[in-house]
């Protein structure tokens, strides 16, 4: 099993910074790529940024040049680092690992229990 803790979320007002994390745990035997997804009450849940292993990186319009995904490999940890908030990025923050696991060698995707982030004055 895999386990995934995610922390950083908050209350910021708009323009401000906050850093999300998440690290995993467990039986991994290798991670194909790591994201992350929000989801805004009454609105379906969206890829904001995502990084494979080989660095390669995808944003949203919405977040380009504001929003930065990171990853360390060491700590099987992906981070994203959100500047200039508005808040219509107000959202359940979920990170997202597709992975193989050590077990059976099986393809599986895991979701951190999510942290809410509040963008409002």
């Known amino acids: 099993q895999v386990q995934l803790v995610e922390s950083g979320g908050g209350l910021v007002q708009p323009g401000g910074s906050l850093r999300l994390s998440c690290e995993a745990s467990?039986?991994?035997?290798?991670?194909?790529?790591m994201g992350w997804y929000r989801q805004a009450p009454g609105k379906e849940r969206e890829l904001v940024a995502d990084?494979?292993?080989?660095?390669?990186?995808n944003y949203a319009d919405s977040v380009k040049s504001r929003f930065t995904i990171s990853k360390n490999n060491a700590k099987n940890a992906v981070y994203l680092q959100m500047n200039s908030l508005k808040p219509e990025d107000t959202a359940v923050y979920y990170c997202?690992?597709?992975?193989?696991?050590?077990?059976?060698?099986?393809?599986?995707?895991?979701w951190g229990q999510g942290t809410q982030v509040t963008v409002s004055s």
């Open positions: 467990g039986s991994i035997f290798s991670i194909l790529a």
């Open positions: 990084i494979t292993n080989d660095d390669r990186t």
């Open positions: 997202n690992y597709r992975l193989i696991a050590t077990a059976k060698l099986n393809f599986e995707i895991y």
